[in-house]
């Protein structure tokens, strides 16, 4: 039987365990964000006031500057900064979560865009 010893730094465990407790505290980011997001960009992220939080329409906005958004929020918009509600942990995984591909995806083509449409009066009705 062979017994292997694991050197561990002293000070490897406690940030370790200081790392989870932090994950864990972040680890609710669909709540974070209906609690602080949801208003303005929709309960399914698709828009609402503020913009759809998709990673298609965050492909230029980088993970760093999202978070820097989500702490400081955006000069002349009405997005405000959550820095002093939210801390690192959590900004993170509400970025996480934002990148993160809705499943399933709604289908927004040619048939649903038509179905939507509300015809008042049938074309060549009106004087």
């Known amino acids: 039987m062979i017994h292997w010893k694991i050197l561990i730094p002293a000070g490897f465990a406690a940030w370790f365990l200081f790392g989870m407790a932090q994950l864990a ?10 609690q602080h997001c949801a208003a303005c960009h929709g309960a399914d992220r698709l828009g609402g006031i503020g913009p759809a939080l998709l990673p298609e329409n965050l492909a230029r906005l980088r993970k760093p500057e999202a978070e820097k958004v989500i702490r400081e929020g955006r000069r002349a918009t ?11 942990a959590e900004i993170k995984a ?3 979560y934002a990148y993160t591909p809705i ?17 008042n ?3 060549g009705s009106l004087p």
């Open 103 to 119: 499943k399933p995806m709604p289908v927004w083509g040619e048939a649903e865009i038509n179905a939507s449409r509300i015809v």
């Open 94 to 96: 509400l970025v996480e």
């Open 78 to 88: 009405q997005m405000l900064g959550f820095g002093q509600q939210l801390n690192d």
């Open 25 to 34: 505290d972040a680890a609710d980011a669909p709540a974070a964000y209906k």
């Open 121 to 123: 009066f049938a074309p």
